[in-house]
């Protein structure tokens, strides 16, 4: 026997006991420089022999067509598409029930969080930290229903259901309250700007300030406590002392409220504290 094509076994590279791939010549167009051409290439078709030995079998009674990584037992093609990474039957099954208690225990540990987020005092400080929590990387929960937990954290907010906290707002809480908390917060805890808010033809306004939103617009918290959005603004090239700089200078700035991306950069900073 051989492949469907004709090709004997001696034109076959053996993948398991009785599994077979045919490595016989197939003429088949592929492009070249001067356009397509016929080109001889690998058949590449795989196929079951047993006349030259016992075939490998799977647990379920089918031919294999792999090994499992795991415990090197044969696997057959309907347990390979039912299986996790190539697993058989069984390594597959242990592989679940670690997924199922790796997910519990994930779950118990974001449980615990939220209850800990709770439990701080100042309604300010929680809603930032916990916007730190739920706003960054995925965790269990957060990311299906990231209202519900913070309703559940903050629950001296108005949050509705579906509300889009990442939007323009109006969002349930109060951006400049928010933010004369923050400033006096990092007076105390000597947490200083880390940028500069550039205005006027020759830069002579400089605002400490904050960033607390990249992309389009720049929103930044200013020491006075208020939430700003950069709506328009313009590059500037200037030569101080020999060195080439660039500066992004503020043309136009307006009022803006903090979205939740912006509470969770400004949590981080508490949660680093």
């Known amino acids: ?14 993948i398991l006991p009785g599994y077979f ?7 088949r167009y592929v492009p070249g420089p001067a356009g397509m051409h016929p080109e ?19 647990a379920c009674g089918e031919p294999a067509v792999d ?8 696997v ?62 995925p965790v269990h ?12 954290v903050c629950p001296f907010l108005d949050v509705r259901a579906g509300a889009d906290l990442d939007g323009t707002g109006p969002f ?11 400033v006096r ?3 105390r805890h000597g947490v200083r700007p880390d940028q500069e808010l550039l205005q006027g033809r020759w830069l002579r306004r400089r605002t400490p300030a904050w960033v607390i939103g990249v992309g389009a617009t720049r929103t930044c918290l200013v020491p006075s406590g208020e939430v700003v959005r950069v709506t328009r603004e313009r590059t500037v090239h200037r030569v101080v002392r020999g060195d080439p700089r660039m500066y992004r200078v503020a043309l136009r700035v307006e009022r803006a409220e903090l979205p939740m991306a912006g509470l969770a950069r400004l949590g981080l900073l508490v949660e680093r504290r």
């Open 172 to 182: 349930p809480w109060d951006s400049a309250e928010v933010g004369r908390w923050f």
């Open 67 to 74: 090994a499992c990584p795991m415990c090197r037992s044969w």
């Open 1 to 14: 026997m051989g492949c469907a094509r004709g090709h004997g076994l001696e034109q076959a590279r053996q």
């Open 40 to 58: 001889p290439t690998p058949c590449g078709e795989r196929f079951h022999d047993g006349s030259a030995g016992p075939v490998a079998m799977c």
């Open 21 to 27: 791939v045919c490595d016989g010549p197939v003429m």
């Open 141 to 152: 929960g957060a990311a299906a229903d990231r209202v519900a937990e913070l309703r559940r």
């Open 185 to 187: 917060w990092a007076g």
């Open 76 to 137: 057959g093609q309907h347990c390979l598409a039912v299986g996790i990474g190539r697993r058989c039957a069984i390594c597959t099954g242990r592989e679940r029930e670690r997924l199922r208690e790796s997910a519990a225990y994930a779950a118990g540990v974001h449980d615990r969080r939220l209850t800990e987020l709770s439990g701080v005092t100042d309604p300010v400080e929680r809603l930032l930290r916990a916007a730190a929590y739920l706003h960054g990387p």
